[in-house]
């Protein structure tokens, strides 16, 4: 069959939110990064398991038949090194990837350097100011932890890109819309508030079992962490009830310098593994809000497992990105034969119950907008009141590169111990000027 040309349509449509865009109207067009390794979709875990690289191929490709990659620029990522992963994850952790022999292991730690190489130069892209919306699709694998892997993540790529964007920005809000908790993340920045976690989750007999609605964050982080606990079912016009509320009123209190969305695609509907149901307009409503703000935005992908899907998803967000609207008539492409029998680009909600009642979702929605008139506003203006260091700024850029990783994550309230931080917020504040090299 013969590739015919994709219809975009402009994006007067895609008007997003009605809140204000201080920076320009919503319409304005983004300069949009799109990191993508070509040998990404070879990587197997193996006959059976559910995680399969090739979805981040086949979402690509019909980025590609759209005529998307015209509208952005397009980059393979360099390879994360381990000196990129130690920055979070443990020694032994990292000897231990680079060491592993059986073939899952390894393919999955070669996926890993891949998928943490493009986060990290997303980050780079928005922190030279070189961006406003960095994509990787092949990031968002939350839930990795420090010493250990965890749900298909092995090392946790979002973490690692949000440290690399603190360099430059004072305040990073993490977004996580994947079925699952976000959990290696929220519990890498739990007791600072210079990274505001928030995610929306099924919670109840599901993995990882975290992210109850009283989990909020500790010491100087708390009311930094915001839990969304959600029930089977969850439909666009619920999710969405509760995403743009939440989310607006984080905006407004927290005023991230940089925003964060993972976009876990195993909150579709009819997911192998997940049980709320999205549409991919839905899913994508939550990116279309957060890009109305005009905040540096990197979009990472995450779980998803019904991979025609994913696919779809994460093509149409790309576009949503680009700022066009793809036609729903699917082009032709190598992968074509997935998107049978219909051939379009949108799927339809399934016919199943939304377990979660109008008053339970007004109950958290209240309780979380309580949690968020808690915190500080705009936390971290007081350091701009500390008397300037004598130090140069060049001094303490290095001081911020060899500061001890754990200081940032490891559980325990570093408001004990404020000094050990002092330089590298005062290095934040010397580099929040608009001239960002390196
Ligand atoms: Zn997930």
Redesign the pocket.
């Given at each position: 069959m013969p590739a015919s040309p994709p219809a975009l349509h402009g994006d007067s449509s895609l008007g997003g939110s009605s809140l204000p865009s201080p920076a320009a109207p919503d319409a304005r067009k983004r300069r949009v990064s799109y990191f993508y390794e070509p040998s990404i979709g070879d990587y197997y875990y193996g006959q059976g398991h559910p995680m399969k690289p090739h979805r981040i191929r086949m979402a690509h490709n019909l980025v590609v038949h759209y005529s998307l990659h015209r509208l952005m620029e397009v980059s393979r990522p360099f390879p994360a090194s381990a000196a990129d992963i130690r920055r979070f994850h443990s020694d032994d952790y990292v000897d231990f990837l680079a060491s592993v022999t059986p073939q899952v292991l390894a393919a999955s730690a070669s996926a890993a350097n891949a998928s943490a190489g493009g986060s990290i130069g997303a980050a780079v892209k928005l922190n030279r100011g070189d961006a406003d919306i960095a994509i990787n699709w092949a990031g968002g694998l939350h839930h990795a932890k420090k010493c250990e892997a965890s749900?298909f993540c092995y090392v946790n790529d979002i973490v690692l890109g949000i440290l690399e964007l603190l360099k430059f920005h004072r305040r990073v809000l993490y977004v996580d819309i994947?079925?699952?908790h976000g959990d290696g993340v929220e519990e890498a920045f739990y007791t600072t508030d210079r990274v505001m976690t928030v995610s929306f989750h099924k919670y109840g007999d599901f993995f990882p079992g975290t992210g109850h609605i009283k989990d909020v964050g500790f010491g100087a982080g708390k009311y930094y962490a915001l839990n969304v606990p959600l029930n089977d079912g969850m439909d666009d016009e619920s999710f969405r009830g509760l995403f743009r509320p939440l989310i607006s009123k984080v905006m407004e209190v927290y005023q991230p310098d940089a925003v964060v969305l993972q976009c876990?695609a195993?909150s579709l509907a009819g997911d192998r593994?997940?049980c709320f149901n999205l549409s991919v307009r839905g899913h994508a409503d939550c990116l279309r809000f957060l890009r109305s703000f005009n905040v540096p935005l990197m979009v990472l992908g995450?779980?998803g497992y019904t991979i025609r899907n994913v696919a779809r998803c994460w093509c149409y967000e790309t576009a949503v990105a680009v700022g066009v609207e793809p036609d729903n008539k699917l082009p032709y492409s190598e992968y074509y034969e997935y998107f049978g029998p219909d051939y379009v680009l949108h799927i339809e909600p399934k016919n199943i119950e939304n377990k979660n009642s109008p008053s339970d979702l007004e109950k958290i929605r209240n309780v979380l907008l309580e949690h968020i008139s808690r915190l500080q506003h705009a936390p971290s203006v007081p350091f701009q009141e500390r008397p300037p260091k004598t130090e140069s700024p060049e001094e303490e850029d290095e001081e911020m590169d060899q500061r001890p990783p754990c200081q940032l994550w490891n559980g325990e309230g570093y408001d004990s111990d404020p000094e050990v931080l002092t330089p590298h917020y005062d290095a934040v504040e010397n580099h929040s000027a608009p001239n960002h090299e390196n």
């Open positions: 749900g994947d079925v699952h876990g195993d593994l997940g995450g779980g």
